[in-house]
């Protein structure tokens, strides 16, 4: 089983709203990501989660919070959004953080803010 | 610092016309190298990936790629395509050395390619 799942697929919210993104895998994977792509462009690295531990943070605002509660979660924690952070976020996974494993993406949220 | 460049951005064919999309990286040491492929409304797939070895390596549905080294590039070709391969392209690199960002995907900006019936 190589499926990365997200929820919601779709999300629409208010500048003030605060919500939460979810993905889950269950392929024993132990480094997570998260990605942010607008349309016809390649996604835009966010964070990176190696064995539970945030590895690598791309200098991502500070109302995108992930959070990685056990090796299959991860969650994106969103509060006080603006309009251009309108996306689609990809959640993916490797079996570990080397540059030769291939990385497994979810089907993303679409998010809007209003 | 990586870069990818991929020179076609938007490619159109009729179907059974042969394919190549260009992928070029600049990175000085040993890298790996990754095809995606993005169907409309569908995740990210990986098409195809290079490490070492042979140099033309085969993928899903019919796909292959070229790493020559000394051009620094990896061409994704295909024969013959269908209108099923209308999607978002994308080449990414990935260094094999060093710690922390340099083990990111450094991605390539994408190619468009439409098939027409």
């Known amino acids: 089983d190589t499926e990365v799942t997200q929820t919601p697929k779709h999300l629409v919210m208010g500048m003030t709203n605060k919500k939460s993104l979810k993905c889950e895998q269950h392929?024993?994977?132990?480094?997570m990501y998260w990605y942010k792509q607008k349309a016809k462009k390649p996604p835009e690295l966010m964070f990176v989660?190696?064995?539970?531990?945030?590895?690598i943070n791309e200098s991502v605002p500070s109302r995108f919070s992930p959070e990685c509660p056990n090796s299959s979660l991860l969650n994106l924690h969103l509060h006080a959004l603006q309009p251009e952070d309108s996306a689609l976020y990809l959640c993916?996974?490797?079996?570990?953080?080397?540059?030769?494993?291939?990385?497994?993406f979810g089907p993303g949220t679409r998010l809007t803010v209003l | 610092a990586q870069s990818v460049s991929q020179h076609n951005h938007h490619v159109i064919l009729s179907e059974a016309a042969s394919l190549e999309l260009g992928c070029n990286y600049s990175?000085?040491?040993?890298?790996?190298l990754f095809w995606y492929v993005q169907y409309p409304g569908q995740h990210l797939q990986l098409l195809l990936k290079?490490?070492?070895?042979d140099p033309l390596v085969k993928g899903i549905k019919g796909f292959e790629a070229e790493f020559i080294k000394s051009k620094f590039s990896f061409n994704l070709r295909k024969p013959s395509v269908q209108w099923s391969d209308t999607a978002e392209y994308f080449c990414?690199?990935?260094?094999?050395?060093?710690?922390?960002?340099?083990?990111?995907?450094?991605w390539g900006l994408g190619t468009s390619l439409a098939v027409n019936p």
């Open positions: 993916a996974s490797s079996q570990v953080l080397a540059s030769t494993d291939t990385q497994y």
């Open positions: 392929m024993g994977h132990r480094a």
């Open positions: 989660y190696s064995y539970e531990k945030l590895s």
């Open positions: 990175y000085g040491g040993t890298v790996n």
């Open positions: 290079y490490f070492s070895g």
């Open positions: 990414a690199v990935n260094a094999t050395s060093g710690a922390g960002n340099n083990r990111k995907l450094i």
